[in-house]
């Protein structure tokens, strides 16, 4: 469909994210080498945008195998915010760490005892402004990320930009990969 490639190197040190191991999850415990990770736009072998972002479930009370797996997956761009500020992506047919697929609606469905789904957990690529009902513009002290990838708002939107000057639209869908040093 376009030329465009996204390629995120983690670094391992990133799974690193707890102050104090021994520790519990915790707003002041959770916030080590947070959005350490590179970010790059590519346009067939060039670099177009480049930019440091979050890729581990970092967020206190979420689930750290939420995190994506190192390998391919998709952006779905321009997805519905629901509440996010700003233009966000899903992101689509990945896994997590613990093997679970993230499906072409970036969603995980984690199936009940009954058979029944239990949640619908969605993937996605944001910025850091808190969520609504919180004002606009207001941003978390580090990318909380609940297996997200979490861009500064600024660089988020400039990343948006290119997109519109390659005439991305809704749902167009950008391959990409993850790789780990």
């Given at each position: ?20 191991s021994d520790k519990p999850d915790a707003w002041d415990n959770n916030d080590q080498n947070s959005s350490l990770d590179d970010f790059h736009l590519y346009v067939d072998e060039g670099i177009l945008f480049s930019d440091k972002v979050q890729t581990i479930a970092n967020i206190p009370g979420g689930r750290f195998l939420d ?115």
């Amino acid at each position: 469909m376009n030329d465009l490639f996204i390629r995120i190197i983690r670094k391992k040190i990133s799974y690193n994210y707890k102050r104090y191991s021994d520790k519990p999850d915790a707003w002041d415990n959770n916030d080590q080498n947070s959005s350490l990770d590179d970010f790059h736009l590519y346009v067939d072998e060039g670099i177009l945008f480049s930019d440091k972002v979050q890729t581990i479930a970092n967020i206190p009370g979420g689930r750290f195998l939420d995190t994506i797996a190192p390998g391919q997956f998709q952006i779905k761009c321009f997805v519905p915010n629901r509440s996010f500020y700003g233009r966000i992506h899903g992101i689509i047919n990945a896994y997590d760490l613990d093997g679970q697929r993230i499906n072409e609606n970036s969603i995980e469905t984690v199936v009940g005892t009954n058979g029944a789904p239990m949640s619908f957990t969605r993937w996605l690529m944001h910025d850091n402004q808190k969520l609504m009902p919180n004002l606009p513009n207001q941003m978390t002290r580090i990318a909380w990320s609940a297996g997200c990838f979490v861009h500064s708002k600024a660089n988020l939107e400039a990343f948006n930009t290119i997109l519109d000057s390659y005439k991305i639209m809704p749902n167009d869908v950008i391959n990409g990969e993850l790789i780990e040093e």
